[in-house]
């Protein structure tokens, strides 16, 4: 199976893909995470490719207008079952990509573990951007649980030790989806693999799944400047130096975020300890590129929601970290709106209820407009001047 791209999944990194067909412009309607492939589907399994003839198949109903494919039938050996009870060879119908839409595709060699439903005499993907999961080639395994997601960790654990290339790295990403101890345990392993792509992968997974890793360990991570030469090892830019640090901090806000929200006691009292404002200091970028406005944008909302050294949402009672007025200030001066933005709302939760703030609070992008969104910002930037020992606290 070729890996066209990284199997990323969730709310957070499903993208929806825009084609343009004959008939008009077609949309997706529907994106999985693994953890719903793993529920939906009614056999998971250790799978290998032993041939692929061509074959028809309806229209794909989930963009609109429905899209006309070609189909393919693969006859694939079922190795080992992850989730049902089906063994042997069966036939699995797929759609083969366009030149707009890419689908899951199924090659005669390959080995991954594909989530099915059964329909008719044959199986379907669940989901045909994102059905089948690529791992080396190996021996079943002897799981050691019944439990479909638990034997699905050790599938993918495996994976991380046995390959050194993108594989290694897609089938990491996944672990944080699941979750198990075993999965959080391999993860903290691939933190210390000299590889920095391996190490963005595992840290942005060990946020994701709520552990917080070490900060001192984190730091020297973002302070990295290694070139992971990702385009040419992988074939993609997914892994280059500023996109691991992005979705390290991407995850990072995220959690935040979130536990801000919920006001969930129990997930903040994990982070009271992260020193996240020296974290967000030693945070660098050889490559300026998209990512690294990213990364800054995130890193003002994460100063905006940080958790306080008493394990609540700082936003609480103002308890902010001690250079964290700083840092906001300092990024109200970015050269990209987006960075100015984020700043500025961080800045104002941070004063709320404290200070008289001479402009209303935009609480999003759509809100303002870019001629209000500068005003806003502008306003933030006159009140640090006229407040300069503000930021020096």
């Known amino acids: 199976m070729k890996v066209s791209k990284p199997f990323i999944l969730g709310v957070a990194f499903c993208t929806c893909l825009l084609a343009l067909n004959p008939t008009g412009y077609a949309y997706l309607t529907r994106g999985f995470a693994i953890v719903e492939l793993l529920n939906e589907a009614e056999l998971v399994c250790h799978g290998k490719v032993l041939s692929v003839r061509s074959g028809a198949i309806e229209p794909d109903a989930s963009f609109h207008p429905p899209l006309q494919t070609e189909g393919g039938i693969a006859r694939v050996h079922v190795l080992n079952v992850i989730k049902g009870i089906k063994a042997g060879e069966i036939e699995v119908v797929f759609r083969l990509s366009t030149n707009s839409v890419s689908y899951t595709q199924l090659e005669q060699g390959d080995e991954c573990i594909i989530f099915l439903n059964h329909q008719g005499n044959t199986y379907r993907l669940v989901d045909n951007h994102d059905g089948a999961l690529p791992i080396p080639p190996h021996d079943p395994l002897h799981y050691k649980s019944d439990s479909p997601a638990n034997r699905l960790v050790e599938e993918l654990v495996f994976a991380t030790r ?49 552990h917080p890793p070490p900060a ?116 109200l001066n970015s050269d990209n709106r987006e960075v100015r933005f984020a700043a500025a709302r961080s800045m104002d939760r941070m004063l709320n209820t404290q200070h008289q703030f001479p402009f209303p609070q935009l609480r999003d992008w759509e809100a303002g407009g870019k001629e209000q969104i500068d005003k806003y910002v502008d306003a933030c930037r006159d009140w640090v001047a006229a407040h300069r020992e503000w930021a020096s606290e």
């Open 162 to 210: 046995e390959d050194k290339g993108r594989i290694r790295l897609v089938c990491a990403e996944q672990l944080a989806h699941l979750a198990n101890d075993q999965a959080v345990m391999r993860l903290e392993e691939l933190v210390h693999d000299d590889d920095m792509a391996v190490q963005g992968v595992a840290y942005a997974g060990l946020i994701s799944a709520d």
């Open 216 to 331: 001192g360990d984190l730091s020297k991570f973002l302070a990295r400047t290694d070139d992971t030469k990702s385009l040419d090892r992988f074939r993609t830019t997914a892994y280059s130096n500023g996109h691991l640090k992005s979705g390290v901090l991407s995850a990072l806000q995220r959690r935040f975020n979130v536990v801000g929200r919920d006001s969930d006691r129990e997930a903040a009292e994990k982070w009271k300890n992260f020193d996240v404002v020296s974290v967000l200091r030693s945070v660098s970028f050889p490559d300026r590129d998209e990512s690294s406005w990213i990364a800054c944008r995130d890193i003002a909302e994460i100063l905006g929601d940080q958790i306080d050294e008493q394990g609540v949402p700082a936003v609480m009672n103002k308890t902010y970290r001690k250079g964290s007025r700083a840092m906001v200030s300092g990024l």
